[in-house]
């Protein structure tokens, strides 16, 4: 099953195209391109036929698991079924074709989208105005923290402090701090919801807001959301949602009826769009009245005559990417939410529940789980294993691949130890929550009574288990020939 290098591959002379004979004369290089500029030697190129090309990257290809393939539980990152038909429409000619500075009249269609859209996500939201500019959650944080920046440099009120819960996404405090704030944790209590005594303790007139993620990264609801609001509040500080698990409130919660005072959305995880890989992406911020003139611009408004990009918001802290966000991802997003509509969207987070839910009742037979239940659309086990010494989730997740599976999302969040976060998702059918259930009662079973076996997996893939500190340490992408 050894897949040769393409270097490996190549025969000289061999050819994968074939063009006619050039019929126009040869310019020289040097006369269009600096000399310093033109490379001494052709490039040690592979020289292969077009099948064995072909083959060898399909081949390639099907060695990755990926949600079109694999169950894929990978908590936090909600990778559901992404429906074809949305691919279909978004590359349609009428999008692909167009250019960001077509003069406005020429694009109403694609503007139509992008108003309907942000007014589609105030109505999931409740926040008053939204921004479809960052390309990503992670960028949708950081745009929001240079928001309350502004709001509170206007005010001339020095407020340098964010607040950022034990159990959050590492992108908070990194978004905080990217934008020139402090970060200070905030414990969680034993039910591993936010601790109010700490809280309490550590906000005053400094702070600037509160990032909080609901459900929070254990699967959780903040059953306290009401009163923390209210302490945030009367600080005369913000509220900001991390609303990457926005898939389990969808029709059920408004962020605004919390006490939101701004949030972002990943288009990517709640309303699919292949993700993970790199990208694209797309992270909409919501902001409710107090914010909402921050917002980037331009955001697209209605008029007279027609729908156009309104660049006059003299408090918007200005634009944070290129044209106007990552289009081909909202039109995906638009399409999810027009065919599914307000009661589909209900169904989405009800499923997704259900099916953590079912899988969490199921798998703490096996394996221990911090937290009493019920969770909402994703959940936290530990691999931790006091009987089976030297097994550690990593193994675990190891071990799910030579049974079929993308391991679920392991070591985060930090406050479990040995954590494995599990996320099914709505669009799974029993039979595969059942599968998936069968091979962690046999990964269980192989600890016991086959240690060596699950310390050493994966077994049965072309890979084995990698040393990946030195992977990422001593990166080597370049073939050498006869080591040279
Ligand atoms: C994914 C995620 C983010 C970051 O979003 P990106 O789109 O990956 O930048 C932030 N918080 C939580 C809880 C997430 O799951």
């Known amino acids: 099953m050894r897949e040769p290098l393409i270097f490996e591959m190549s025969k000289k002379g061999r050819k994968g195209y074939s063009l006619p004979e050039c019929d126009v004369d040869k310019e020289n290089l040097k006369k269009m391109i600096p000399e310093e500029y033109l490379r001494q030697k052709s490039p040690d190129l592979p020289q292969v036929s077009e099948p064995d090309l072909v083959r060898h990257f399909t081949r390639l290809s099907q060695r990755n698991l990926g949600i079109d393939t694999n169950f894929y539980p990978l908590g936090s990152c909600t990778m559901k079924y992404n429906p074809k038909?949305?691919?279909?429409?978004?590359?349609?000619?009428?999008?692909?074709?167009?250019?960001?500075?077509?003069?406005?009249?020429?694009?109403?269609?694609?503007?139509?989208?992008?108003?309907?859209?942000?007014?589609?996500?105030?109505?999931?939201?409740?926040?008053?105005?939204?921004?479809?500019?960052?390309?990503?959650?992670?960028?949708?944080?950081?745009?929001s923290m240079m928001m309350i920046k502004a709001y509170y440099k206007e005010r001339k009120e020095e407020r340098n402090v964010v607040l950022i819960p034990d159990?959050?996404?590492?992108?908070?405090?990194?978004?905080?701090?990217?934008?020139?704030?402090?970060?200070?944790?905030?414990?969680?209590?034993?039910?591993?919801?936010i601790d109010l005594n700490d809280l309490t303790k550590k906000i005053n007139k400094e702070v600037a807001a509160l990032m909080v993620t609901i459900p929070n990264t254990l699967g959780l609801f903040e059953r306290n959301i009401l009163k923390i609001a209210k302490i945030?509040?009367?600080?005369?500080?913000?509220?900001?949602?991390?609303?990457?698990?926005?898939?389990?409130?969808?029709?059920?919660?408004?962020?605004?009826?919390?006490?939101?005072?701004i949030m972002h959305f990943n288009l990517h995880k709640t309303f699919s769009t292949p993700h993970g890989g790199g990208g694209p992406g797309s992270g909409p911020i919501g902001a409710g009245e107090k914010l909402a003139p921050y917002l980037p611009?331009?955001?697209?408004?209605?008029?007279?005559?027609?729908?156009?990009?309104?660049?006059?918001?003299?408090?918007?802290?200005g634009k944070v990417r290129s044209f106007y966000g990552n289009i081909e991802v909202i039109i995906k997003a638009y399409c999810y939410l027009r065919s599914l509509g307000k009661e589909g969207l209900k169904e989405v987070s009800y499923n997704a529940i259900l099916n953590a839910n079912y899988l969490m009742k199921k798998l703490k037979k096996y394996f221990s789980l911090p937290y009493k239940g019920p969770c909402m659309h994703e959940f936290v086990l530990s691999g931790e294993d006091k009987e089976a010494k030297g097994i550690r989730t990593l193994d675990i997740a190891k071990r799910l691949l030579d049974y079929g599976f993308h391991p679920p999302t392991i070591y985060f969040p930090l406050i479990v130890k040995e954590a494995?976060?599990?996320?099914?998702?709505?669009?799974?059918?029993?039979?595969?929550?059942?599968?998936?259930?069968?091979?962690?009662?046999?990964?269980?079973?192989?600890?016991?009574?086959?240690?060596?076996?699950?310390?050493?997996?994966?077994?049965?893939?072309?890979?084995?288990?990698?040393?990946?500190?030195?992977?990422s340490r001593e990166l080597k992408l370049r073939w050498e020939k006869n080591g040279v």
């Open 85 to 143: 038909v949305n691919e279909e429409i978004a590359r349609l000619p009428g999008f692909r074709q167009i250019h960001p500075y077509q003069p406005q009249e020429s694009v109403q269609g694609i503007l139509k989208i992008l108003y309907e859209m942000e007014r589609l996500l105030c109505q999931i939201s409740g926040m008053n105005k939204v921004s479809l500019q960052p390309a990503a959650g992670a960028h949708g944080e950081l745009t």
């Open 297 to 317: 611009i331009p955001l697209v408004e209605k008029g007279k005559e027609g729908y156009y990009l309104d660049y006059n918001r003299p408090k918007s802290i």
């Open 232 to 261: 945030i509040h009367n600080e005369g500080s913000f509220l900001y949602l991390d609303g990457a698990n926005l898939n389990a409130l969808l029709g059920l919660v408004r962020p605004s009826d919390l006490g939101v005072d």
């Open 420 to 471: 494995l976060m599990i996320e099914p998702t709505e669009t799974e059918s029993k039979e595969t929550l059942d599968a998936f259930i069968l091979a962690m009662g046999q990964i269980k079973k192989e600890i016991k009574e086959n240690p060596c076996l699950v310390k050493e997996a994966p077994c049965n893939l072309p890979i084995s288990r990698l040393n990946e500190v030195k992977a």
């Open 167 to 193: 159990s959050s996404h590492g992108t908070n405090p990194a978004s905080a701090n990217f934008c020139g704030f402090q970060v200070k944790e905030i414990k969680s209590n034993r039910e591993e919801e």
